[in-house]
């Protein structure tokens, strides 16, 4: 079965940038379209961004949209978020998920960012 494994997080400055990565482990993951989904304490879990399986397309939420880019190297099993421009509101848990068909079933452990004003 695929698993899921965040990296990345961490404290960072607001204005400042991070580099998340979700590393998969079997042999499946072109297969799965990728996204990344955060949640702040005492809010529901938002989307992020999500690209394809070829990584043709990628979608964003509205508030990263800009400052935020979802990429993926299949040869690597690794879906990546840049996150630029960070601010408080960024702080949250970001997880890693992937959808085989239509519904995200594989979700990471999550990976901490606290961005401070």
């Known amino acids: 079965q695929v698993q899921l494994v965040e990296s990345g997080g961490g404290l960072v400055q607001a204005g400042g940038s991070l580099r998340l990565s979700c590393v998969a482990s079997g042999r499946t993951f072109s297969t799965y379209t990728m996204g990344w989904f955060r949640q702040a304490p005492g809010k529901e879990r938002e989307f992020v961004a999500q690209i394809t399986r070829s990584g043709g397309r990628t979608y964003y939420g509205d508030s990263v949209k800009g400052r935020f880019t979802i990429s993926r190297d299949n040869a690597k099993n690794t879906v990546y978020l840049q996150m630029n421009t960070l601010k408080p509101e960024d702080t949250a848990v970001y997880y890693c998920?992937?959808?085989?068909?239509?519904?995200?079933?594989?979700w990471g452990q999550g990976t901490q960012v606290t961005v401070s004003s």
């Open positions: 998920a992937g959808a085989p068909a239509s519904d995200y079933t594989l």
